[in-house]
């Protein structure tokens, strides 16, 4: 740190007018304070894309980041002393957050995908239909309420500038993100879940780059009362992609998904359209290897929507003997055949932003060892001496010693109310997990043997099934529901339709991106088998048939014999189940395969009548023929059985 000061320069005058007169157009006298970095060093078109938006933004100074210890520790030291972060005595380097209670999850409704064609973002929805696969915005509409919200928002803050790689940096299947903030917190986190260094300008050089922009909305003096420390602007969040100039522009919130652009805006929305241009898959999905007691090792890509269980498979610790599951990532894969044919997968991600209700060391101990060091909490209680507290760990802490909620508020366990919100997360490097990958940062991934898909579905949907082919397969996928939980902004429980897990993170029209999935299988390919599984089915009683969790290992090793053909799976009219007997439950009690594994004709009657009438209000005539075909065959196939 010893050379801060030596580090003051500023851009002058002359700088500013020179990018004014080729990319602003005009020349007002723009002077920003460069309170750390070297402005005149880096590559062209960030130095432009940073001039564009202090001229429109107006921040104090701009400070470049170079992901060093030495600036996590000095914007850490700041934000301590300012409240926004409390340590957490209990653990290494370890600190809570508490957000303004108005900005808890992403806001899928003020979330836009702005082109100049609409139907490039979003499909032909039937008439009298909301399409819920997507938002589309206009160029102008976008403008206007970008101009609206920008003009001078960051005055009296510091404009971060945050060089990220997500991938390994340099890595083959990588890219470069530059984001702008203005709230330090993201900048913690992003060097946490993305990688920060300063050898990104040198990896880019005049190369491409996505630009997030992010801004909290709270220039000063505030007009909104701040509370928590957490400045935000709730009431105006904006959340636009332009899946063309590969930007984002994310305004108002400060948490998750809405401001830590690496994650959703980018690795899914703007990568899953450079995908479709590049013909990769950029996808909601958790990567694991496992390997058996005969030393066999394959990798898994598994998508379940938000809060239904990623985190926790890739995470697995195997109750079977012999078994070893390693994590290669817990939210999101890109995927790219290689030469050979085979599906390689990175994850392009550093850490985990995980749901912390509902992990403890009995549902995943691998999580809990993961965060104990170097991690952000944010919305969860803290017990007395400085350790954290969320629903789900009531027998990991002295029931008798008050909590503090994410409120603020005194609180003991068996009190009505929560300590945690029920999004509440933590933030930790993926090089904590005790279980990570030897290869997790290789950059050309890990070949992929099986897709997996499920969801919440208290009803009807066996424990796990198989597609008969990989067009069954992505039928599955496009098919996919689930109860809905606290990552968005939803209340109650009720099944929704999310395709592919992917339905608030679609960067374009959801029938070119199934015709996309439908593309890649080509021949000379080896294609993955595709699965379902469903660990929330419920008895009359509404208790989980399944036990879960390392349970899960059981389900996970049929997949992988399915893999090697063994003839362990029958038809049924919704895809190939288990035999019986064919998944190993010893050591279980009470486990009943008859309710586990039926495929009730009632419920899936109804079942395919709505999911087809969905896929076709929701998709009109973008809906590839394949997998209508498809969704008719099945049909049938109930009808019959
Ligand atoms: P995002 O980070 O939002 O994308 O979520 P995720 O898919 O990683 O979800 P996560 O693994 O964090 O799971 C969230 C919730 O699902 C937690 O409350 C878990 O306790 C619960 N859960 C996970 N696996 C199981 C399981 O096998 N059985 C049951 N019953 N609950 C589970
Ligand atoms: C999800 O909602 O799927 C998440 C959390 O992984 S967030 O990054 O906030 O989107
Ligand atoms: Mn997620």
């Not at 003020?110 to 039937?126: C, D, G, I, L, N």
């Not at 044919?341 to 850490?351: K, Q, S, V």
């Amino acid at each position: 740190m010893g050379n801060r000061g030596e580090r003051r320069n500023s851009i002058t005058e002359t700088e500013i007018e020179d990018k004014a007169d080729v990319y602003l157009n005009d020349r007002d006298h723009i002077e920003v304070h460069v309170v750390k970095g070297d402005f005149t060093a880096l590559p062209e078109k960030v130095k432009e894309f940073i001039a564009e938006n202090v001229k429109v933004c107006r921040p104090k100074g701009i400070y470049l980041c170079d992901g060093s210890e030495e600036e996590r520790d000095e914007i850490t030291e700041k934000m301590v002393a300012r409240g926004l972060l409390t340590p957490l005595q209990k653990y290494d380097n370890c600190f809570l957050a508490r957000t303004d209670p108005a900005d808890v999850a992403r806001v899928e409704g003020r979330t836009f995908t702005v082109t100049k064609e609409k139907y490039a973002s979003v499909p032909h929805v039937k008439e009298g239909v909301k399409g819920i696969l997507g938002q589309w915005m206009g160029e102008e509409d976008a403008r206007r309420e970008s101009q609206n919200r920008l003009a001078g928002c960051m005055k009296g803050r510091v404009m971060y500038v945050i060089p990220f790689s997500m991938g390994p940096v340099g890595g083959a299947l990588s890219k470069i993100g530059v984001q702008l903030t203005d709230f330090n917190y993201v900048v913690l986190s992003m060097r946490i879940m993305t990688r920060v260094s300063s050898k990104i300008w040198d990896v880019l050089g005049d190369g491409e780059f996505v630009r997030c922009f992010h801004s909290i909305g709270a220039p000063r003096p505030v007009q909104r009362k701040v509370i928590n420390h957490w400045p935000c602007d709730p009431e105006r969040v904006l959340i636009c992609h332009f899946p063309d100039e590969r930007r984002v522009m994310s305004y108002g919130s400060g948490y998750g998904g809405n401001s830590l652009l690496g994650k959703k805006c980018f690795a899914l929305r703007i990568a899953g359209r450079i995908a479709k241009d590049e013909g990769w898959l950029a996808e909601h999905m958790l990567i694991l290897s496992i390997t058996n007691p005969k030393g066999e090792e394959k990798f898994i890509a598994a998508a379940f929507p938000s809060a239904c269980g990623k985190t926790n498979m890739a995470m697995i610790t195997p109750s079977l003997p012999g078994y070893t599951a390693r994590c290669i990532g817990d939210d999101i894969a890109w995927m790219r055949f290689g030469e050979d044919g085979r599906l390689r997968a990175i994850n392009p991600e550093a850490g985990f932003f995980g749901v912390a209700p509902g992990t403890s060391t009995k549902t995943n101990p691998v999580a809990m060892k993961s965060c104990m060091k170097d991690t952000i909490f944010t919305n969860v209680g803290m017990t007395e001496d400085g350790g954290i507290f969320w629903e789900g760990m009531e027998k990991e802490v002295d029931r008798e010693k008050p909590i503090t909620t994410w409120l603020g508020d005194k609180w003991k366990v068996g009190m009505e109310g929560k300590a945690a919100h029920p999004n509440s997360r933590f933030c930790c490097p993926a090089s904590n997990c005790p279980i990570i990958h030897p290869k997790w940062e290789h950059p050309d991934g890990v070949p992929i043997d099986a897709i997996i898909f499920g969801g919440r579905r208290p009803e009807g949907v066996p424990l796990v099934y198989e597609s008969f082919d990989w067009q069954h397969g992505v039928m599955i996928g496009a098919s996919l529901k689930s109860e809905t939980t606290a990552a968005a902004e939803f209340k109650g429980k009720q099944i929704m339709h999310d395709p592919m897990a992917m339905r608030p993170f679609l960067g374009y029209n959801f029938g070119d991106y199934l015709q996309h999935w439908l593309d890649v299988d080509q021949p000379g390919r080896h294609m993955p088998k595709i699965f379902h599984v469903n660990w929330f089915r419920l008895n009359e009683q509404g208790k989980f048939l399944w036990p879960g969790f390392s349970e899960n290992v059981r389900v996970i090793d049929w997949i992988c014999r399915r893999v090697d053909n063994e003839d362990i799976a029958e038809p049924s009219p919704i895809g190939l189940l288990p035999k019986s007997g064919s998944i190993c439950t010893e050591g279980l009690s009470g486990i009943s395969e008859e309710e586990l594994f039926s495929v009730p004709k009632d419920y899936w009657t109804e079942d395919i009548k709505e999911t087809k009438q969905f896929l076709i209000d929701q998709t009109g005539c973008d809906l590839p023929s394949v997998i209508l075909d498809e969704l008719n065959k099945q049909q049938e196939r109930i009808e019959n059985m």
